[in-house]
């Protein structure tokens, strides 16, 4: 019997010695020694501060309804969509298909902002045709901004989930005389509801962790993520700010292990009951389902595309719900913003290679070596997706205040990095996944050292895995805010954190036009990167 030559150790590496040694150090520096710090910060009487006063229940209590709430009504719009795209086969399914996709690449903070030009008091609804003089700042603006925000997550996982149940079960089901409403209840809604359950725990973590629709939305509606930020700017008080930060991060580990142990369990449940749908059995909806799902895609669609009109009409409005004259100051006032925007491009660019490196090192590592301390490398490397962005950042810079570090750009770039590494090493762990242990086998048995094998032959056939780890890293960080908003200085301000003071200094003309040119730099990355993806997927057919 032939034993499996996979890299057993690294010892008879030097250098896969030294990666592994940079790799540790890296996680332990960059990641457990702030959140370390950060969580043993707090003195007693900061705890007993926090824990017995009025103002932090009540911002607590607000912060577990807009979680319930927000993950509600977001998984619930995210599967009627999905259902509707995917099992109800509506008209123009696959131009549906597409909004969720198109709005989950936007920076994070567009939708507030969006949100304030069309529903606050000169909003384009509210304001101009409505004519109403009321505000929706606050509980029921910041429910419907996460809704809109975080729904295309729930779409694409209960998407994938339905497409995935085999529809024969539905149609033998029919040919017993079951009506629809009750295949519905009994099939398809019980073989979705792991998708349903592991979106609706991915969301709730999420909108914990939220900054910025929160900071332009919520008005006087406090909630954790954004008081850490207040303690510590408004009231230079950093144990509270620590002990809040404390409050948010252990729900969000507790909901993500619980997310994890439930998604493996289930979803190997669900492959054996469901499996793929064949291509030829296909299910059948009534006409009136039919004018439902596409009255109910179609409002969703036209929400999302508002998002959009107001942020390119707030560019060229002379002021926003009082004068709308066309005008292009604001966007020649984007000129006074080089710096913020070069910042930005910059540092998304280095923070998406340098995530995308470090996690391909650490995935190779993890799964094609026995390495010392694999289980704690892939454990601490994930940890960053449970940290809220904003405590995060708290913990780097009480961290660098302790020993004296001021470099405000690489504190920037690292919390960048490691706020989207988790993201990069999934997905190039993934893609590693997908290629046989026998080829690593061939290559070593000719004499390829490990290193070799990684640049020769399993990043070339992981190179979809590696592009789009450096895209979405780049897309979400040239946009990131809640992690960086404590790290920016004078010399390294950043295009997210101009548009949040422009938005609170009621210049929302500005604000908009900085919106819009991130966006179009977000679609025109993910366009050549898609591009450069065919193109290297034909040149090594």
């Known amino acids: 019997m032939v034993k499996n030559s996979k890299v057993k150790t690294i010892e008879g590496s030097i250098t896969l010695t030294i990666i592994w040694i940079i790799i540790c150090l890296l996680l332990f520096i960059c990641i457990l020694l702030p959140l370390l710090f950060v969580l043993t910060s707090p003195s007693f009487s900061d705890f007993k501060k926090v824990l017995f006063s009025s103002i932090w229940k009540k911002a607590c209590l607000n912060t577990l309804i807009e979680v319930l709430a927000s993950t509600f ?3 619930l719009t995210g599967f009627l969509y999905a259902y509707g795209v995917v099992k109800v086969s509506i008209p123009a399914k696959r131009f549906f298909s597409l909004i969720p996709l198109i709005h989950l690449v936007t920076p994070p903070f567009v939708g507030g902002l969006s949100f304030i030009l069309l529903l606050g008091k000169q909003g384009f609804i509210t304001k101009t045709i409505l004519g109403l003089d009321i505000s929706l700042y606050g509980f029921p603006g910041l429910l419907i901004a996460q809704t809109l925000c975080f729904f295309p997550l729930a779409y694409m996982i209960c998407a994938q989930t339905l497409e995935n149940i085999n529809s024969d079960y539905e149609i033998a089901a029919r040919t017993l005389n079951a009506g629809r409403l009750k295949i519905f209840f009994t099939i ?31 008005g006087r509606y406090r909630v954790l993520a954004v008081e850490i930020y207040t303690q510590l700017t408004g009231w230079i008080n950093g144990g509270s700010s620590a002990v809040l930060g404390i409050l948010l991060v252990i729900p969000s580990i507790i909901l993500f292990v619980f997310q994890n142990k439930y998604f493996s369990k289930n979803m190997a449940k669900l492959a054996v009951v469901g499996g793929k749908a064949s291509s030829n059995t296909k299910t059948s909806a009534s006409v009136s389902a039919k004018i439902f799902f596409t009255f109910f895609c179609s409002f969703i669609t036209i929400c999302v595309i508002l998002q959009f009109f107001a942020i390119i009409a707030g560019s060229f409005q002379k002021i926003w719900g009082i004068n709308p004259e066309f005008t292009l100051k604001h966007i020649q006032n984007i000129a006074r913003c080089k710096k913020e925007l070069i910042n930005s491009l910059r540092f998304a660019i280095e923070a998406g290679l340098l995530s995308t490196l470090i996690a391909s090192f650490a995935a190779f590592l993890v799964l094609r070596t026995s390495c010392p301390l694999k289980k704690y490398i892939d454990s601490l490397i994930q940890l960053p997706a449970v940290i809220p962005g904003s405590l995060f950042g708290l913990a780097l810079l009480l961290f660098s205040s302790k020993i004296n570090f001021h470099y405000s750009n690489i504190l920037i770039l690292i919390a960048i990095t490691v706020g989207f590494i988790p993201f990069s090493y999934r997905s190039i762990s993934s893609a590693y996944s997908q290629i046989k242990m026998t080829i690593d086998d061939a290559a070593l048995a000719l004499g390829a050292s490990p290193l070799k094998l990684l640049f020769s032959i399993i990043y070339p056939l ?9 895209i979405y890293d780049f897309m979400r960080g040239v946009g990131t805010m809640s992690a960086v908003i404590f790290l920016v200085s004078f010399d390294t301000p950043l295009t997210s954190i101009k548009i949040l003071n422009l938005a609170e200094q009621g210049f929302w003309g500005d604000a908009a036009a900085l919106a819009l040119v ?3 730099i977000t679609f025109v990355i993910l366009l050549t990167g898609k591009l450069i993806i065919r193109f290297w997927g034909k040149k090594y057919e």
């Open 73 to 75: 009504f977001s998984v």
């Open 188 to 218: 398809t809604l019980p073989l979705s509801m792991p998708g349903i359950i592991s979106a609706a725990l991915y969301i709730a973590v999420s909108v914990m962790s939220d900054f910025g629709n929160p900071m332009i939305v919520a």
């Open 462 to 470: 992981s190179k979809d895995g590696l592009l789009n780890s450096f």
């Open 518 to 520: 991130l966006t179009i």
